[in-house]
């Protein structure tokens, strides 16, 4: 028995070490894709709010998302409770039913429960980060993380993993399709539309102008990240490896979650060059990351195929979806993450119950609407009373100037 929880507890330490490592793929994804005035302040960002997230979640959010009996509104309202420190003599009956519990036996330490699920919480930040590139101050960003590591994410988290109403009713989310994705890209869109676009990302007749990124192969690099660590996002959330069923099942996640992105990959390229006759980098690297994020919610159960197959009904969605938000509706994304987090992500959920005969499409649903319309109406307030006290907006000057000047004072190309 020793050796299993040792077995499982080094499993989910290192899956979470994997999850952590996607922060650098969100770094590098995001300063490839914004201007080279704006990466300093791009990278300060991502290592401030993933910094943010492991101690916001420390302080509070652990407790808030497994609340077990300490309610407000059983299934709904968790208490908001606080703790500083971590240890296995805690009851469980103060934390709940925490991931590597099943039925009193556990499979792996608290700590290592902890760690595997704080990189989460900053998983569903980075991806407010990649949005709000470009004209988004520093410190109203950093309250903002602060309010949604510790109160947002934690809250929906609940319903889901912590025992509350979407789990009671059959919600299916294996790895976080809605709970970590498309809360991240509802809290971003939120943030947007108060935030406004870009300086000059849009002419006076509406026109969307090109903003190229400063470096492409860095981008690139990101997506590679982001790719290896989705075996420990999704893989890990086995929960397990120490049983030969077990085993068998981490193999069929990390299968399937690679040939999800394949298949979004080969998508969009197909489709750029269908429409454009030129094959789009940046619609590749966007299919890679909309095929991870549409099999996250159902990585088990389909076959290697079928994940191909859920993989490039992301790519494509991530395509057109791009093109909808920056054409259409003139909502500024630099790097596409609404639509590869949040409206793939909506896909990845509504796709579980073709594979998985346990899941209904009506709870699929429910899910979406709980998760999307909560986090998106939370963030919302939550950026509108950051905005009355601290300006979230760069100035037209310091837009032009970059962040890298205004917010940080040092430019990462001061060769340009």
Request: overall charge negative; aromatic content about 12%; proline content about 4%.
């Amino acid at each position: 028995m020793e050796t299993i929880f040792a077995l499982d507890t080094f499993y989910a330490v290192m899956s979470g070490a994997l999850v952590m490592f996607m922060a650098a793929g969100f770094t590098m994804l995001e300063a490839g894709l914004v201007q080279k005035k704006d990466v300093s302040e791009i990278v300060t960002k991502n290592i401030g709010l993933y910094s943010i997230a492991c101690i916001m979640y420390l302080v509070c959010g652990f407790m808030v998302m497994y609340p077990g009996d300490a309610t407000i509104i059983a299934g709904i309202l968790p208490e908001f409770a606080t703790s500083w420190g971590l240890s296995t003599s805690l009851p469980n009956d103060q934390i709940g039913m925490p991931y590597g519990m099943d039925e009193g036996v556990t499979y792996y330490s608290q700590q290592a429960d902890f760690f595997f699920q704080v990189v989460f919480v900053a998983t569903a930040m980075s991806i407010v980060s990649g949005a709000v590139a470009g004209r988004m101050k520093l410190i109203p960003f950093f309250l903002f993380a602060i309010v949604l590591t510790g109160v947002i994410y934690p809250i929906q988290g609940y319903w889901n993993w912590g025992g509350g109403f979407l789990s009671e009713m059959g919600y299916s989310d294996y790895a976080g399709s809605g709970t970590v994705h498309l809360c991240g890209a509802a809290a971003a869109l939120a943030v947007v539309l108060v935030l406004g676009p870009r300086n000059g990302k849009y002419a006076a007749d509406g026109t969307s102008q090109p903003m190229p990124g400063s470096n492409i192969p860095m981008a690139a690099l990101g997506v590679w990240i982001l790719w290896l660590g989705w075996f420990g996002f999704n893989g890990g959330s086995e929960l397990k490896v120490s049983t030969e069923a077990a085993a068998i099942a981490v193999s069929q996640v990390f299968l399937n979650t690679n040939m999800a992105a394949a298949g979004g990959v080969v998508t969009a390229i197909l489709l750029s060059l269908l429409l454009t006759k030129k094959m789009d980098v940046t619609m590749a690297m966007n299919g890679a990351i909309a095929g991870l994020v549409a099999i996250t919610a159902g990585p088990s159960a389909p076959s290697a195929g079928t994940a191909v197959l859920i993989g490039a009904a992301g790519g494509a969605l991530v395509y057109f979806s791009i093109l909808f938000f920056d054409k259409t509706l003139k909502i500024d994304d630099p790097v596409g993450a609404i639509s590869a987090h949040g409206i793939v992500g909506i896909l990845g959920v509504l796709a579980v119950p073709v594979t998985n005969a346990d899941a209904s499409l009506y709870n699929q649903l429910v899910g979406v609407i709980s998760i999307a319309g909560f986090t998106f109406l939370a963030s919302l307030a939550t950026i509108f009373v950051i905005n009355k006290f601290v300006p979230i907006r760069a100035s037209d000057e310091e837009q032009y100037a970059g962040l890298d000047s205004s917010e940080i004072g040092v430019e990462a190309y001061p060769e340009f």
